[in-house]
């Protein structure tokens, strides 16, 4: 299974911007990233996926590194309700290989203070 | 649209009884799964399905029956409930499973208890 690298915890101030780092360095050339948040109690919310050039949605933006070994989420402004566990995510390959799982690790704990 | 939706959100269990989790989507989605999530821990697989009549396993599929008889329909099945299987249960959906296709939309998840 492909392998994803995160820091277990982040905090940030409310309105200031929040990059969160996810590395990946054995990545394959046709892997996209995905990333994922949970806040509490709640099930899994996709947030944005890329494959090589950065991404931008209306929840955020991801930075992808040249040689795809690293990305980073980016929160452009932080609110209260941003604070949620933030999963970076490989798709793993499904037995027969045309279909795909995703692999959650334990994530990025952001807390976001007023 | 209501997205996914799984009932019950909660449910108590003796050991050994059986029950049905439901998962219901409206998105004409081809691809389905159950994953369980436990402290500490990140979600796994259980089952999945990538289209009516299809399904297989996943990571961590013994104690658990699945069908998939409908596009909108995955219930999951719990044969003989044991406290390990004290967990809770998400659902998800996807237009397909293929790589690039776009993200998964979850349920609000059932917090099953084992006693």
């Known amino acids: 299974d492909a392998k994803t690298t995160q820091p277990n915890s982040m905090e940030s101030n409310e309105e200031e911007p929040v990059h969160l780092p996810c590395n990946h360095s054995?990545?394959?050339?046709?892997?996209?990233i995905h990333w994922y948040r949970q806040l509490p109690s709640q099930g899994p919310e996709y947030v944005i996926h890329g494959l090589t050039s950065n991404v931008n949605n209306r929840m955020a933006s991801l930075a992808i590194a040249e040689d795809r070994k690293s990305s980073t989420l980016i929160l452009h402004r932080a609110t209260l309700r941003d604070a949620a566990v933030y999963y970076c995510i490989l798709r793993d390959v499904l037995s027969g290989g045309s279909n795909y799982k995703l692999t959650f690790g334990k994530g990025t704990l952001l807390t976001v203070n007023p | 649209n209501a997205g996914v939706t799984q009932t019950p959100k909660f449910q108590v269990l003796k050991t050994g009884q059986s029950m049905t989790l439901q998962c219901a989507q409206d998105m004409n989605h081809e691809y389905m799964s159950w994953y369980r999530q436990d402290p500490g821990m990140g979600l796994r697989l259980i089952h999945y399905s990538v289209g009516a009549g299809i399904t297989d396993q996943g990571e961590v599929p013994n104690g658990y029956n699945v069908s998939r008889s409908t596009t909108e329909d995955f219930p999951l099945r719990l044969l003989s409930a044991a406290p390990s299987q004290t967990s809770v249960y998400f659902c998800a959906s996807s237009r397909a499973a293929r790589q690039g296709e776009g993200g998964y939309t979850f349920g609000s998840g059932t917090r099953l208890t084992v006693v």
């Open positions: 054995t990545i394959s050339g046709t892997d996209y």
